[in-house]
T-cell receptor
Framework: AQRVTQPEKLLSVFKGAPVELKCNYS??????LFWYVQYSRQRLQLLLR??SRESIKGFTADLNKGETSFHLKKPFAQEEDSAMYYC?????????FGAGTILRVKS | KAGVTQTPRYLIKTRGQQVTLSCSPI?????VSWYQQTPGQGLQFLFE???????NKGNFPGRFSGRQFSNSRSEMNVSTLELGDSALYLC?????????????FGQGTRLTVV
């Protein structure tokens, strides 16, 4: 079955430190993967998708098919990055979400 | 442009009752998906509608149903409510499908079953 695993419920880092939010997936075929973010009291929104290969707000994510991973990275965390991050896999027209990781950036 | 609007924002119902939630997609969007979000199960897909037809369905019991109107507005209905149905219900709209275009989420409807 298609599944997305985010092993960390909470990741706490200091401002300016590098960030890596882990995401592993199981999928038979060519996966399409996304990162969604939910800031406090705001709606869930798309951060980036792997096919666009963009860097949004300094975040990047590379699809590693060998390791079945799609980790989200940022070289220098900022306090405004504090939020809940969800990794998601596209299955047909539906999104299969991981459990989410809370990122807390401390000053 | 206006975002995805879900009404009501909060709802309290008694076990055994039924409930209807509404979602107005972004103007021009024809695909509407529904998700259930709970602390234990996370975000789970309920169903997706496109041009008034259910195109995809998740693994939820038949008590969960939905429909889409000609103006793309969608409703979901839960009958014979159970305590475990307490959740945040999110609606997402996209132009055609998530595969082709971005999905935009609403603020959600918080349903509490007592």
């Amino acid at each position: 079955a298609q599944r997305v695993t985010q092993p960390e419920k909470l990741l706490s880092v200091f401002k300016g430190a590098p960030v890596e939010l882990k995401c592993n997936y199981s999928y038979s075929g060519s996966p399409e993967l996304f990162w969604y973010v939910q800031y406090s009291r705001q709606r869930l929104q798309l951060l980036l998708r792997h096919i666009s290969r963009e860097s949004i707000k300094g975040f990047t994510a590379d699809l590693n098919k060998g390791e079945t991973s799609f980790h989200l990275k940022k070289p220098f965390a900022q306090e405004e990055d504090s939020a809940m991050y969800y990794c998601a896999l596209l299955q047909g027209n539906k999104l299969v979400f991981g459990a989410g990781t809370i990122l807390r950036v401390k000053s | 442009k206006a975002g995805v609007t879900q009404t009501p924002r909060y709802l309290i119902k008694t076990r055994g009752q039924q409930v209807t939630l509404s979602c107005s997609p972004i103007s021009g969007h024809r695909s509407v998906s529904w998700y259930q979000q709970t602390p234990g199960q996370g975000l789970q897909f309920l169903f997706e509608y496109f041009s008034e037809t259910q195109r995809n369905k998740g693994n939820f019991p038949g008590r969960f149903s939905g429909r889409q109107f000609s103006n793309s507005r969608s409703e979901m209905n839960v009958s014979t409510l159970e305590l475990g149905d307490s959740a945040l219900y999110l609606c997402a709209s996209s132009l055609i499908a998530v595969r082709e275009t971005e999905a935009f989420f609403g603020q959600g409807t918080r349903l509490t079953v007592v």
